[in-house]
């Protein structure tokens, strides 16, 4: 019956009806959803070559390196020449910086006693060259610095270091307010009850699960006596009705909207 009603479906189909998907498969389960779908799959690192792999626990393929590559005091260059490109490139620079890339620079006040008091002291072992190669500055400019005698006043080295403690101190006076600000945009957030930009949220404890926060204002009635939270954990010793081991027993707190209403049992 089945094989005649499947036979009956076919001759009724038309002959002209094709059914095509224009979609790429899923190479992938759907667990894995860093994957990107439609997209083949890389190859995989034992494919590379044909080179033999053994997987075992001393193979250097678990250290992370490929078997047949030799170690690094047994390699040679290789064998291919440098593109053209890089090759006008690397002859440009050392036409134009045959001692390598030497930028100019500015020595201060400190490093140029320095420099003098070190060819002071050792002439021989500090000469031109060296303090030049040691400063990284031009050989014109050791001769100069140790040529030249003038050294500021009294008065102006203490401007100097005025100036100097001057910006010390700003630049800490900047960071401090810059962090009081942070401090302060952060509670006033926090009292919002609005999420501070880059910071973690704060792990929810029972009584806020439970709608109570720590954070909510309580009201107490006046025809109940108020009992400090001191008193609910101390015992009533100067009750005589009461053993040294008796507490008082813990408020009922019943939710009315926004505020919460504490009740206490007066017969305790």
């Known amino acids: 019956m089945a094989s005649l009603c499947r036979a009956l479906i076919s001759a009724t189909r038309p002959r002209n009806l094709n059914y095509q998907r224009h979609y790429s498969e899923s190479l ?20 590379d070559d044909d080179a033999e792999v053994d997987l075992s626990e001393d193979s250097a393929v678990v250290d992370g390196a490929h078997p047949s590559t030799p170690p690094l005091h047994m390699r040679h260059p290789s064998g291919k020449p440098t593109p053209h490109e890089y090759k006008a490139h690397r002859e440009t620079l ?15 006040r400190e490093a140029m006693d320095a420099l003098r008091q070190l060819h002071r002291a050792e002439p021989r072992q500090f000469p031109v060259p ?4 040691r400063f990284k500055i031009s050989p014109e400019a050791v ?4 040529k ?49 930009p880059g910071a973690r949220p704060r792990p929810r404890s029972r009584d806020t699960e439970a709608g109570v926060s720590p954070d909510d204002t309580f009201t107490f009635h006046q025809s ?12 009533r010793a ?9 507490y008082l027993q ?19």
């Not at 001769?143 to 140790?146: E, G, Q, S, V």
């Not at 080295?157 to 630049?171: L, P, S, Y």
């Not at 109940?224 to 015992?235: K, M, Q, R």
């Open 94 to 108: 050392r036409k134009a910086f045959p001692q390598g890339w030497g930028p100019p620079r500015k020595l201060s």
């Open 224 to 235: 109940i006596p108020v009992i400090t939270a001191i008193t609910l954990l101390t015992p």
């Open 143 to 146: 001769r100069r610095i140790l």
């Open 28 to 47: 992938y389960r759907p667990a894995n959803k860093w994957q990107l779908e439609g997209v083949p799959r890389p190859r995989s690192i034992l494919d």
């Open 148 to 196: 030249s005698t003038w050294e500021p006043s009294v008065e102006a080295r203490t401007a100097m270091a005025i100036r100097e403690r001057v910006k010390r101190q700003e630049f800490v006076q900047e960071r401090a307010a810059k962090e009081k600000a942070e401090t302060r945009q952060v509670r006033e957030l926090r009292k919002l009850n609005r999420p501070v």
């Open 130 to 133: 060296i303090l030049a190669d």
């Open 250 to 268: 813990p408020p009922t707190v019943v939710k009315c909207k926004r505020f919460y209403c504490v009740h206490y049992d007066p017969n305790i």
């Open 238 to 246: 100067a009750d005589p009705r009461y053993g040294a081991h008796h």
